[in-house]
């Protein structure tokens, strides 16, 4: 029995991402379809894969939502204006200010965490450069 609860955790673990990853978009408005498929690469980035590939093609750009107030996950806000100067930026596709819907909110809060994650590890390599 022990050895029976933590293989049903790690499958009920499984179904539960892969209904997350099943969106259906029938059921979203126009404008919210639209601005859930513009995040649709989320479904498979992964932040430190993704940054190590920049790195090695030597694009040590952060990323920045766009928003009205351009910002930079994982960036101390009081050095941004300098990083920003030093590394440069590239704005994460599909980010925006704008919400149109639940499913959109929860994809641009992960767009949010994954462009934290790649901020933290580029930010080291574009530092160590300027160094």
Not at 40 to 54: G, M, N, P, T
Not at 59 to 68: C, N, Q, S, V
Not at 94 to 107: A, E, N, P
């Amino acid at each position: 029995m022990k050895r029976i609860i933590p293989v049903l955790a790690i499958i009920l673990s499984m179904s539960g991402c892969q209904e997350t990853e099943q969106i259906d978009l029938s059921t979203l408005s126009p404008q919210e379809r639209d601005a859930v498929t513009s995040l649709a690469w989320l479904q498979d980035a992964e932040a430190s894969r993704d940054a190590k590939l920049a790195i090695e093609r030597g694009d040590k750009r952060l990323l920045a939502m766009a928003t009205r107030a351009p910002n930079m996950p994982g960036v101390p806000t009081e050095s941004a204006s300098r990083i920003k100067s030093v590394c440069g930026i590239r704005y994460l596709e599909g980010s925006t200010d704008m919400v149109f819907g639940d499913t959109h909110l929860k994809l641009l809060q992960a767009a949010q965490e994954y462009a934290t994650e790649y901020n933290k590890l580029m930010l080291d390599a574009c530092l160590k450069q300027t160094q």
